[in-house]
């Protein structure tokens, strides 16, 4: 037995859990707010909205949570500014050094 405390022993792995929930919401919040942005607040004109708003009913996100992300996502409340950014990350393998970065610098320019 760990302990005579089973309220501490539940307490210790309802904050786990919380932890984590609270994580994937934040991520989840973050997605629906940039797809809002990028392409308008209706999710039926909008697939990759729909596409956020269903993974996070999945995941059992509160309504008003992805209501209120989506309202930051179209400017109605204040909130950060989410941007999708892309890093590419590229390796080569040459004899001489600068040769391979000028080639590498000529193909992302």
């Not at 929930?21 to 990028?38: C, D, H, N, W, Y």
């Not at 708003?53 to 999945?58: G, T, V």
């Not at 941007?83 to 600068?98: L, N, W, Y």
Request: aromatic fraction near 6%; charged fraction near 30%; proline fraction near 3%.
């Amino acid at each position: 037995m760990s302990g005579h405390s089973k309220w501490s022993t539940i307490k210790r792995k309802k904050a786990k859990e919380d932890a984590k929930r609270g994580q994937m919401f934040g991520k989840l919040s973050r997605s629906i707010t940039v797809a809002a942005r990028e392409g308008g607040g209706n999710p039926d004109l909008n697939a990759t909205l729909a596409a956020a708003i269903e993974k996070a009913k999945e995941y059992n996100m509160p309504q008003e949570s992805i209501e209120r992300a989506i309202k930051k996502g179209t400017g109605e409340i204040s909130g950060a500014k989410y941007e999708r950014m892309i890093f590419v990350s590229d390796s080569a393998t040459k004899d001489f050094s600068p040769q391979a970065s000028s080639s590498i610098e000529a193909i992302f320019n």
